[in-house]
């Protein structure tokens, strides 16, 4: 049952508490149809962070908290230049496929009559989000080397800057009655997009679409105000003509309603969102063991080149079958693995003795069933082979080569209250992402001994 009883700062717009805002927002909320319960309420008291929604009465799990009609969902189709971007989506495709919706929100915000002004005031200060893209990237490398997100935040600066100048500059240039000079920015932009990364929402594909484009993001009004929690109370339903938020869990009154973003590992929480959820009560969380930390490991173990031609020739044959790649990570969680398949493979080609690799490869990868005993649910490591369990048990360790402190360093800061409440925010969020991912690599290192 998620409640407030351990106050943690979770990604909630940032406000002072003016009440000003939240009336001005919820008339506005009446005049567009968006129904929020009578049971609900959006506050700043009893929240964990910024605004928050709060039951006002105790809610049953069915119940609906709100409904937001399609027409008040601000996206490319709904903004007041939807003609506009829809004619010119040609120019406007790219790699994240947000620029459209980027370009609605540039052009809303400093429309003086934009419908959508009284749903602005409650976003957070665009110059206070916490995201590690804003962070200087001395500080982001000391605090989160080993983790991925200082690589990952590299890539999102590459592409936004790319595509800025690219496509969305050149377009809003192309355009100056629409957009003032105040919006062509390239800070505002960044902003704009580490606001759509932390508050949008995407209507999941049907069944038989799946092999269609994913759906743009939406800007969901209400919605995007919950908190998150990976053991959530409430849920997004999507409908032809509303989404709707439902109760998933019994709600006590006075207790905050919390959504939740998905199953997010605490890397990709303080990467997307700017913030984390403390150990131990992120059950989503992971650690990454790259896939060419594994290649070194068992190159490791090789004497002879003939050796080490021969495990190359094994590697590029997990690439043909697609089970590993020079970008690609293995995945672990703290029940299981979640990239089994390709894991159990990789020992299996690495580790298995020539011979039967020269038989494997004929057969590209076929004929060879799955068995019980090779499974990576946690509780089954222990009883691997001995040289899966050996391979494994090296990558771990060469994975914890790659922070900048041991778990000892962290636990110690972790258990001194006084020394962790003098750490700054960004200190004690980068600690619980280094601290939970270095659990779970220790927790196999103690299966595979």
């Known amino acids: 049952m998620a409640t407030q009883a351990k106050r943690r700062r979770v990604a909630g717009p940032v406000g002072c508490e003016d009440p000003a805002p939240v009336a001005g927002f919820l008339s506005w909320c009446r005049r567009v149809g968006l129904e929020l319960s009578p049971k609900v309420a959006v506050s700043q008291q009893g929240t964990v962070a910024g605004y928050g929604m709060v039951a006002r009465e105790s809610v049953q799990p069915g119940e609906l908290l709100f409904a937001v009609p399609r027409a008040a969902v601000l996206s490319q189709h709904t903004c007041s230049i939807s003609g506009l971007l829809e004619r010119e989506r040609g120019a406007l495709q790219s790699q994240s496929g947000w620029v459209p919706l980027l370009l609605a929100l540039l052009h809303e915000l400093q429309a003086p009559a934009s419908p959508w002004s009284p749903y602005f005031a409650l976003w957070p200060e665009l110059g206070r989000l916490e995201h590690p893209m804003f962070w200087p990237e001395e500080e982001r490398r000391r605090l989160l080397q080993g983790t991925g997100v200082p690589e990952a935040v590299e890539k999102d600066l590459a592409s936004i800057r790319s595509e800025y100048y690219s496509i969305v500059l050149p377009f809003m240039e192309a355009h100056p009655d629409l957009f003032s000079p105040r919006v062509r920015s390239l800070e505002l932009y960044h902003q704009l997009v580490a606001l759509v990364m932390a508050y949008s929402f995407q209507e999941p594909l049907e069944e038989e679409e799946d092999e269609k484009e994913p759906n743009s993001p939406l800007m969901v009004p209400a919605a995007d105000i919950l908190n998150h929690l990976a053991n959530h109370n409430a849920n997004l339903e999507y409908s032809p003509n509303c989404l709707r ?29 700017g913030f984390v959820e403390p150990y131990p009560d992120n059950t989503d969380d992971t650690a990454d063991i790259q896939m060419v930390t594994v290649r070194e490991a068992a190159l490791q173990g090789t004497k002879v080149e003939a050796e080490r031609l021969l495990l190359y020739e094994r590697w590029d044959f ?15 969680g703290r029940e299981e693995v979640l990239t089994e398949e390709e894991l159990t493979t990789t020992l299996k080609v690495l580790c298995m003795p020539a011979e039967e690799f020269r038989e494997f490869k004929d057969q590209d990868g076929w004929g060879d069933d799955k068995r019980e005993e090779d499974s990576l649910t946690i509780t089954n490591i222990p009883k691997l082979k001995a040289s899966w369990r050996q391979l494994l048990r090296d990558s771990v360790l060469l994975t914890l080569q790659t922070y900048a402190t041991d778990l000892k ?21 980068a600690l619980q992402v280094r601290y939970g991912q270095k659990m779970i690599l220790h927790q196999l290192l103690e299966l595979t001994s």
């Not at 006590?252 to 919390?258: L, N, S, T, V, W």
């Not at 360093?409 to 969020?429: C, G, H, I």
Request: charged letters at 20%; a negative charge.
């Open 409 to 429: 360093t962290e636990q110690d800061l972790l258990s001194n209250k006084e020394v962790y409440a003098k750490l700054s925010w960004r200190e004690q969020q």
């Open 318 to 332: 997990l690439c043909k079958l697609e089970m590993v790649g020079e970008e690609g990570a293995f995945v672990i």
């Open 245 to 273: 938020m439902v109760a998933t869990q019994p709600i006590p009154k006075g207790h905050e309603i919390f959504n939740t973003y998905g199953q997010m590992a605490n890397w990709q929480l303080i990467h997307m969102y």
